[in-house]
């Protein structure tokens, strides 16, 4: 499975945007990049995934560099509500497929 | 819309003891998982189900079995109950063949509080 590393902790002021970021190194090339968050104790909510083009929803943007080492999560508008954990989560259909692995997040603290 | 519901919401046992949780899938999702995670800890899986045949494995006692059944929804079952089981048990589901990822987004549960004493 490609490793993924996070950053532990970081604020953002309420409203403006939360940019987090996902170092996946060792991606391989039909592994997908998932994004959920995980508000205290609540089950954890899928945001976005993608493959390698960037993605938008009505929650967030994925912006994948090219060589797709790399990804970041971006929460146009923050509110006190982004308040959670942030698991960047890298999937591919031969290895953990079935599963999602939950490494060491990002706590991400909106702050009036 | 529907979500994955989990029952009960909150459960204690004693030591030794078994203890069945229900999970409810979202309607027309035909995939099931199961994590459990510790006080502090991020969320681990256990295992999968997809069309009710296991799909998937991970780090689960062999005292845990689950199974889906006909209707899509799944038990895990728990025995010998030991302190260190007491944690946060989610339930997620998805649509779909798990390894279709362009597709495969899992919902999750609330959750499942399981208190050994």
């Known amino acids: 499975d490609a490793k993924t590393t996070q950053p532990p902790s970081m604020d953002c002021a309420e409203g403006r945007a939360a940019n987090l970021p996902c170092n996946h190194s060792t991606i391989s090339g039909n592994e997908y990049v998932y994004w959920y968050r995980q508000i205290h104790s609540q089950g954890p909510q899928y945001i976005i995934h993608g493959l390698k083009n960037n993605e938008t929803n009505e929650m967030a943007s994925l912006i994948i560099t090219e060589d797709r080492k790399s990804s970041t999560l971006i929460l146009p508008h923050a509110t006190l509500r982004d308040t959670a954990v942030y698991y960047c989560?890298?999937?591919?259909?031969?290895?953990?497929?079935?599963?999602?692995?939950f490494g060491d997040g990002t706590t991400l603290t909106v702050k009036p | 819309a529907a979500g994955v519901i989990q029952s009960p919401r909150h459960l204690i046992k004693e030591k030794r003891e078994t203890a069945t949780l229900k999970c409810y899938p979202i309607?027309?999702?035909?995939?099931v998982y199961w994590y459990q995670q510790g006080p502090g800890q991020d969320p681990q899986f256990l295992i999968s189900f997809y069309e009710k045949m296991q799909s998937d494995k991970g780090s689960i006692p062999d005292r845990f079995s689950a199974q889906q059944f006909s209707d899509y929804h799944s038990e895990l079952n728990m025995s010998s109950l030991e302190l260190g089981d007491s944690a946060l048990y989610f339930c997620a589901s998805s649509s779909g063949q798990p390894r279709d990822l362009a597709k495969n987004i899992q919902y999750f549960g609330a959750g499942t509080r399981l208190s050994v004493l």
């Open positions: 989560i890298v999937r591919g259909p031969n290895t953990n497929a079935g599963k999602s692995t």
């Open positions: 309607p027309r999702h035909d995939t």
